[in-house]
């Protein structure tokens, strides 16, 4: 067992884990952080996409353990309280979400691009989510609603 | 909706903000106290006999709870029989005796205390196969000769469609040209971003299980698991919670659902299953992967005068009834007047996994291989393939309009839709392009075709043809709908609440859905085959209406007056010209639940009435000819694609792409619009570069999303669209389901603009998807 210590949307958890836990199955097992999901496990599809030091990441492709005295940011901790975050809203006002599955993640990655890049252009926008795949909406109204969040140019920060 | 004017806020659909705040219950998200996990063994091999299954040092392995395979279980269990024909004879079991017929087959299964530990087990098991040749090409499977896929059957061929219409020989020998050719679409998987997974419960005290899964099939769901571990269905609960798509992969039971549920009894723990993306790739049930030979009688001026269809489908190692042959041999003739038609399709077994559903079954393969084909008549004639569609289109004057094997069209307007699609591309200015890009070297292909792709399927011995759903008004007024089955990301909720908002003049937010969940749930058919707008909100305003009904019973009662000089509003009945004659509807609903003495007398208590909604055409019974008609409502579209192909590399971009969609009315255009684009995107995957492969022993070639490619958003081009409205005459909404047509139409599209595109090099391009290797390979083989 090893011991991690890590602070997952702004608050510090701890555990003895094996060392070859996944992240994905630290936050979602560990954590119940479920809004995380797993749809391939092999880096593919971004359905597991978090913030890991302010960058995203797929969080099946790294252990648990690497992220000891770190920070992460998974799709709970973007909303606050009842207020959803902008992008989020940005999702449900362009009809981007339908089964929802690849949704946090999708979220997660154009939450990078933001922080990364306020101005961001469409294939900035595009490279960002090329990570992650939707099998329902043929991506359309996903680029529409990070574009008008982008667009509207107010986003709260990520959270410290 | 037309009738849900109280809509002032920008569209939302209902109940996605806890999508998109992470807060959905997917069925790897259930947190059952004390669970444990299982974790299957599946076989390496695609035709084998086990010679040894040992699982003595699976279950030493850290944390192990159980393993098992056959021989533990065999006295718990009960098989079940094929379906109707051939496969009747076969005895069915959630895990197998002593044969494996496909890479991925569970074997046994372990449970243990974590997932980790419970792969641990599954992975120690030790197992060794007597190895025989995989039957893996379905024509060869047809031969008498060949080896059996399943021994105790007389031949590999498990299910036959025949139909045939008068004077098909006699179009042949009086035909200008007889223009044949082979087509085949591949193998391709689902892909639902959530895998499958299930988790269950058994009460000992009751005797009661309960299932909660990733499934589209309750019903169907419940009644396996009761009839294998020999329950009645009413001790088995099923509840399909948050349903990350399923696009067909989670249709109809899966043996992984049983044993989940017998582990859980087994075990007195909760049990779950979280299935791997290379099990998914490896075990849900594939799509398409048929062969079409396809032969034409034509006049000179490309009129079709006859047609011969020959199909193979390669099935799989399937025990069950598959969909897509009768519905690609039934619409082998697409949207076209043809009819002298002949159709020969035969079902084959191969050591591959098993079939099922995948968006746009059967369907799919016979618009690829009529809408290939017609560019095929076309070239040959030296025709444009816009001229030889009109000329063969199915008139607008001719609906309903019954095919020759008797398949009901119920309205359209074809020769409109491709033309809106080609002056919406600039068909044109498109071909005055073409032609200076050529001189310039540039090879450039426009292509375009016209699929129809029917909905609500119903058939003898496999149901559909209804819909259902029990609506309760709540003393507050505000209504709890139950349709008869949940929904996977289709915006169901929505629709169902602004239909019944709409009746009973209630805001949308009023409504309520319950659904996917087989105690609550009226018994029903699912959400395939683009049911739901078709069967199941016309149950929808069924219920509502015998609400509405039942509401101004009560108050025509209570004022004196006849229910039709009544109006329902807002919280209130209201009689028509005496604005001051009314009643609350927290009256009406004292008096249903309440004060029952004050109801009409006759009338039963309650505000509880569940909708039914049956089809009128279906035809269940096959004539002499073998006609029937399977089908509700035909959507169709038109699509033409540009594209560019690069012979260097044999790459292909494509410029744009049109579609014009008619699936009848829309019962809510925002919802349709969306799910359009995700349609057509899994078509672009199908014709880009999805394809499940096998090497000479059956081991598949890509199992991990590595591999198996989904079109990401760099793979989607400029998407234009168009709609039209045609509504159906057989459904009361109009509707005719717009979930499936979308994903008909890229691989037809851009393999005629990829043809196109290399007519100057005289290249002909047979095989899908059009990846850039095999795009190359015909380039330069046809050069060389």
Known sequence: ???????????????????????????????????????????????CTVLWKKRPVKSCMVLAIQTHQTEIITIEGLSRDERLHPLQEAFLKSDAVECGYCTPGMVMSAYGLLLKKPNASGDDIKRAISGNLCRCTGYVNIVKAISSTLAQGKYPAVRE | MAGDNKRTVAFERKGAARLVRGAACYADDLQLPDTAYASFVRSSAARAKISRLDLTSARRSPGVLAVVAFADIMGDIRPIRGPEGPLANCLIYPLPQSEVHYVGQPLAVAVAESRYQAQDAADAVDIEYDLRPAVLDPEAALEAEAPLVFAELASNVV?????????????????????????????????????????????????????????????????????????????????????????GGKVHPYPEEILVAYLAKRLHRPVKWVETRIEHLTNVRHGRDQIHYVQAAVRSDGRIMALKSKIIADFGATTRFIN?????????????????????????????????????????????????????????????????????????????????????????????????ALDLAGYEELRKEQAELRKKGVLRGIGMCLVIEPTSAARRGQGGGYGACRVRMEPSGTVSAFPAYGHQGQGHQTAIARIIADRLSLLSDDVEVFAGDTAESPYGSSAI???????????????????????????????????????????????????????????????????????????????????????????????????????????YEAAVAVVDVDPATGRFSTVRYVAVHDCGTTLVPEIVETQHYGSIAQGLGEALFEELRYDQDGQPLNSTFMDYLLPTVNDIPLIETGHMVTPSPFTPLGAKGGGETGTLGPPAALGNAIEDALAPLRVKIRERPYTSDRLWKAIHQEAS
């Not at chain 2, 028509?576 to 004292?590: N, W």
């Not at chain 2, 309440?594 to 019974?621: M, Q």
């Open chain 2, 324 to 420: 897509s042959l009768p519905a690609a041999a039934l619409y082998s003739t697409g949207a076209y007047d043809i009819q002298c038609h002949q159709v020969d399709a035969f079902g084959v077994l191969t050591n591959k996994t098993p079939q099922g559903p995948v968006r746009g079954i059967g369907k799919a393969d016979a618009a690829y291989v009529i809408e290939r084909f017609m560019d095929i008549v076309a070239r040959q004639l030296n025709l444009d393939p816009a001229e030889i569609r009109m000329k063969n289109f199915v008139r607008e004057d001719a609906f309903p309009y019954r095919t020759a094997t008797g398949s009901m069209l119920d309205s359209g307007r074809y020769p409109t839709c491709l033309r809106k």
């Open chain 2, 159 to 247: 299910q036959e469609v025949h139909i045939s219409s008068e004077g098909v020989d006699k179009a042949f020998s009086e035909a200008d040209h007889v223009i044949s050719e082979r087509l085949r679409t591949q193998r391709i998987a689902a892909c639902p971003l959530e895998p499958r997974a299930c988790a269950a419960v058994f009460d000992a005290a009751s005797g009661r299980y309960t299932v909660w899964t990733s499934t589209v099939t309750i019903h169907a769901v419940r009644q396996q698991i009761a009839e294998v571990l020999g329950v009645k269905e009413n001790r088995v609960r099923v509840i399909a919670p948050d349903v990350g798509g399923s696009f």
């Open chain 1, 1 to 47: 067992m090893a011991h991690l210590a890590v602070t997952v949307n702004g608050q510090e958890r701890a555990a003895d884990i094996e060392p070859r836990l996944l992240l994905v199955h630290f936050l979602r097992d560990e954590l119940k952080l479920t809004g995380t999901h797993i749809g391939c496990v092999v880096g593919r599809c971004g359905a």
């Open chain 2, 529 to 635: 085959s683009s049911r739901s707008a078709v069967t199941l909100m016309p149950a929808v305003d069924v219920a509502a209406t015998l609400l509405r009904d039942k509401i101004l019973r009560i108050a025509a009662h209570v004022l004196e007056i006849a229910p039709g000089d009544l109006r329902l509003e807002t919280g209130l009945v209201r009689a028509v010209g005496a604005p001051e004659r009314e009643l609350g509807l927290r009256q009406i609903t004292r008096i249903a639940y309440i004060d029952t003495y004050r109801l009409p007398p006759g009338l039963e208590p309650g505000l509880e009435v569940t909708g039914y909604f049956t089809a009128p055409n279906i035809i269940w019974e096959p004539d002499e000819r073998g006609r029937r008609n399977e089908f509700v409502a035909v959507p």
